[in-house]
């Protein structure tokens, strides 16, 4: 079983910047961030691979977001840059143990609110 801990959440103008992170107790192979406004359905976000650190963008974020990880420390972070207010939402970090398939593990959510 493998835990998973965001922290980075919070209040920021459109424009602005945040940085999430994810500490996983445990080796994974990928790790990945959705996230789920009100009202909508979750969405994917990035996701990274552990070997060869092979990146995935969802089109919302693509050029705005990027995806980076410490494999020696379980770790995932998601640098948020040209924050809109669409981007405000319930931030999940998300692992997976194969290269493919649904992911096993998922963490609590953190909340970015991007304000106008």
């Known amino acids: 079983q493998v835990q998973l801990v965001e922290s980075g959440g919070g209040l920021v103008q459109a424009g602005g910047s945040l940085r999430l992170s994810c500490a996983a107790s445990?080796?994974?192979?990928?790790m990945g961030w959705f996230r789920q406004a009100p009202g909508k359905e979750r969405e994917f976000v990035a996701s990274i691979r552990g070997s060869g650190g092979t990146t995935s963008y969802g089109d919302s974020v693509k050029g705005r977001f990027t995806i980076s990880r410490e494999n020696a420390r379980n770790t995932v972070s998601l640098q948020m840059n040209s924050l809109k207010t669409e981007d405000t939402a319930v931030y999940y970090c998300?692992?997976?143990?194969?290269?493919?398939?649904?992911?096993?593990?998922w963490g609590q959510g953190t909340r970015v609110t991007v304000s106008s």
């Open positions: 445990g080796r994974t192979y990928v």
């Open positions: 998300a692992a997976r143990l194969e290269i493919g398939g649904a992911y096993d593990y």
